[in-house]
């Protein structure tokens, strides 16, 4: 019996995130899902040793994990997990691993709570790009997509808000603590110098 049509299933979710996200989907853009998650997703699952079948359904709820922000952005991994159930019988899915799959897109829900390895795994991979050196980039992405639905935060509650968020994050996998962990305290005396730095100039007369 054939497994899932993993290539064709990828091609598709991709197809439709570049046609249906909102244009003010500038953080959670088909981007983020094809050159940042799913490549951090491979690479993760190689360095913790899951093939076969796990390593299928994995992969493919990276590609699916932000597919609900088609329909919305508020609870869209509950949304992602319900159009990926109607979608992936059509690729050769079977039942189970299609709850596999849903239960990997819920795991990426804030905040987050892995139990499994897989779960782990998926959950590294979304965070990838916080102990990456392009943070910045995509942090900015992100609070302009956050501006774009009318969260309106100023530069010094942004910075105060990544620091608390680095703060609380953690990696759950060794090889994601390897690959990030030091980036990622790179990254939060990056931003403390940028807090530091606007504060500073918010002082200055005139």
């Not at 989907?25 to 088909?30: E, G, I, K, Q, W």
Request: charged residues 25%.
């Amino acid at each position: 019996m054939p497994g899932p049509d993993y290539e064709h299933a990828k091609q598709y979710v991709i197809q439709q995130l570049e046609r249906k996200l909102p244009p003010m989907t500038y953080y959670h853009s088909v981007g983020h899902t094809r050159d940042d998650v799913l490549p951090a997703a491979q690479r993760l699952a190689d360095m913790e040793g899951v093939v076969g079948e796990d390593r299928c359904c994995l992969l493919t709820a990276a590609c699916y994990h932000d597919i609900g922000y088609i329909q919305r952005g508020l609870e869209h991994e509950r949304y992602g997990a319900r159009i990926t159930a109607k979608i992936l019988p059509a690729f050769g899915y079977t039942p189970p691993q299609i709850e596999l799959i849903q239960r990997l897109i819920m795991a990426t829900r804030l905040p987050t709570n892995p139990q499994t390895l897989l779960e782990k795994i998926i959950v590294d991979a979304d965070m990838d790009s916080l102990g990456r050196d392009d943070f910045l980039k995509t942090s900015h992405a992100l609070q302009n997509e956050l501006a774009a639905r009318g969260v309106e935060i100023s530069p010094d509650g942004w910075y105060i808000h990544q620091l608390e968020f680095l703060g609380s994050h953690r990696y759950y996998t060794d090889s994601a603590k390897c690959l990030r962990e030091a980036g990622k305290q790179r990254n939060v005396e990056q931003v403390r110098r940028l807090l530091a730095e606007f504060q500073a100039s918010q002082q200055q007369p005139g």
